[in-house]
């Protein structure tokens, strides 16, 4: 079966990012804190009272810092220099040194620097973090399904192994009766013949009759196989298999079932297959379930495509009709041990098949379209250096 | 019949309704069955002096001796064949049994005509019916 999961710690973040802002937003608020910069230049130029204004040219220098990046909070801390000192030179302030208000200018936008500098080392940290906690966030959630991915398919295989022993043991005890019930039919068949003889009455109702419990034995003996076959699966005996050229061999052998049934198989078999590792008895019992079920959901006869491809580092064999598909429900149970929609079926198959694949460490899935057909798909490890 | 005519068969099975139709089918034959249910009471019969089994057919899984304890025994008279029939089977039980001495594995049901096929095979290869 399929595992793996994903690391929980993220790796490399990138620490030069500023954030996921979208381009217009941060047009937007360079625009905003452009037209805020020269709207508090105005107000300070009318009103005169620069320093009372002065700590209000922080708005837009952060603003532009915070949601477009550091350049545009140097770029709007500039600006916020450039203004308030225009400001200042139009209002004609009398100063003790003409270089003072080159200075207090100098001194404003070192400050509008170091500010736009902590601001924007904080907003990137801030976004670093938030990304961590997301990426965190999500690698728990997948970690979290693949465990319960992983506890449900342990759990199935849970009940599986006690459904099959159940299965196994009550075959069992019912093989006991049934196997005298066999060996008493067969001496009541001979009594009836002997007393046919000695009073020259024809035994052919009688022995009618017992043909007919022989073969409801033999109904019953194949049930039992079935879930004897089920309940106590050896442990799977695997060798390199060329799938090809056994899928080859192995569609000849069902294909005058096909015929009886007006199937028409198709084969679609990569050439250049690699082998997988398998073990070529179970795995053709599993297969031959699914092509049972494919030509009985095609009672008027339809098309079977049997394809083997490979997939990664995966071989993948597909079956495929034109069938009747299943409803919702029907595909839901699909693999549940003893569900079944056939009237003389066990409601094994599908399990068993399953079973086989599992033990292989492949996966079995099905795609179905009520009307359409349903597709089988089977894929399996491809052997070691394949 | 006549190649399983007067042959002694020793029949052990705790299940008495497949114990009795598998009596019965060999005892038609021409066989004397010795029917044992109680599998403990299987060492007083082959160590019975007055009775030489040419064949032992046993179930496998019984109560406190099972169809291997069975087969244990019968291994001390070499020439005996033991035929194991069992409703618990499987490829892994009949690969030990066949490998612990058993001439043969039969999963139940059986037929009459796959038992007798069977023992006459036993006693073909036995060389108590050579002799």
């Known amino acids: 079966m399929r ?29 905003a804190a452009v037209a ?45 220099t450039g203004v308030w000192f225009l400001s200042d030179m139009l209002n004609g302030a009398a100063y003790h040194h003409p270089l003072i208000p080159a200075w207090n200018a100098v001194m404003l936008f070192v400050f509008f620097f170091v500010v736009v500098y902590l601001l924007t080392a904080f907003r990137r940290s801030h976004y670093y973090l938030e990304q961590t906690v997301e990426r965190r966030t999500a ?23 006690v459904v099959g022993s159940m299965a196994a043991q009550v075959a069992h005890e019912i093989r006991n009766p049934l196997g005298a019930i ?47 076959r089920f309940g106590r699966m050896p442990k799977s005996e695997r060798a390199v298999l060329s799938l090809n050229g056994w899928l080859e061999e192995k569609l000849n052998f069902v294909q005058p079932l096909l015929d009886q049934n007006h199937v028409d198989l198709r084969r679609k078999l990569d050439p250049d297959l690699p082998p997988v590792q398998a073990d070529a008895d179970q795995l053709w019992e599993a297969l031959l379930n699914l092509i049972r079920n494919a030509v009985d959901a095609m009672p ?32 839901r149970n699909l693999f549940v041990p003893f569900f079944t929609t056939k009237g003389d079926g066990t409601g094994l198959g599908l399990a068993y ?23 089988f798909s089977i894929q399996l490890p491809l052997a070691v250096g394949a | ?66 169809g291997r304890g069975v087969l244990a025994l019968a291994s001390v008279l070499p020439e005996l064949p033991v035929i194991i029939i069992t409703a618990f089977g499987g490829s892994d039980v009949e690969a030990q049994t066949l490998g612990l001495g058993a001439f043969a594995f039969l999963e139940k049901p059986v037929t009459a005509a796959q038992l007798i096929e069977v023992v006459k095979r036993a006693l073909a290869r036995s060389p108590l019916r050579e002799t």
Not at chain 1, 301 to 327: F, P, Q, W, Y
Not at chain 2, 8 to 16: G, Q
Request: net charge negative; with cysteine; aromatic share 4%.
């Open chain 1, 3 to 31: 595992t793996g999961c994903q690391s929980v710690l993220g790796t490399g973040l990138d620490m030069t990012a500023v954030g996921e802002r979208s381009v217009l937003s941060k047009i937007l608020a360079t625009l």
């Open chain 1, 36 to 80: 805020l910069a020269i709207v508090l230049g105005a107000v300070d130029y009318l009103t005169g009272r620069e320093w009372a204004i002065s700590a209000l040219y922080l708005l837009p220098t952060c603003l532009a810092g915070w949601v477009a990046g550091r350049l545009a909070g140097f770029a709007l801390g500039a600006l916020c």
């Open chain 1, 139 to 161: 690698a728990l959630r997948a970690e979290m399904e693949e465990r319960k991915r992983l506890e449900h398919a342990k759990l199935q295989a849970e009940r599986l192994a």
């Open chain 1, 182 to 228: 066999s060996l008493n039919l067969d001496l009541i068949g001979e009594e009836v013949n002997a007393n046919a003889s000695r009073n020259a009455h024809p035994s052919g109702e009688c022995q009618m009759l017992l043909r007919e419990m022989r073969l409801q034995v033999l109904r019953i003996h194949q049930v039992l196989q079935e879930y004897l």
């Open chain 1, 300 to 331: 008027a006869g339809g098309n079977l495509t049997v394809s083997a491809k490979r997939s990664g580092a995966e071989a993948l064999v597909s079956i495929s009709d034109n069938g009747r598909g299943m409803s919702e429900e029907e595909a």
């Open chain 1, 353 to 375: 098949a399953q079973q086989v694949v599992s033990e292989h460490g492949g996966r079995i899935d099905c795609s179905t379209v009520r009307g359409k057909g349903s597709t």
């Open chain 2, 1 to 66: 019949m006549d190649e399983l005519e007067d042959k002694s068969v020793l029949v052990v099975d705790d299940d008495p309704g497949m114990l009795r139709a598998m009596t019965k089918v060999l005892a038609r034959e021409g066989m004397q069955v010795t029917g044992v249910s109680d599998p403990a009471a299987v060492a007083t019969k082959l160590a019975d002096s007055e009775k030489r089994f040419d064949l032992v057919i046993t179930d496998l899984r019984m109560p406190m001796f099972s």
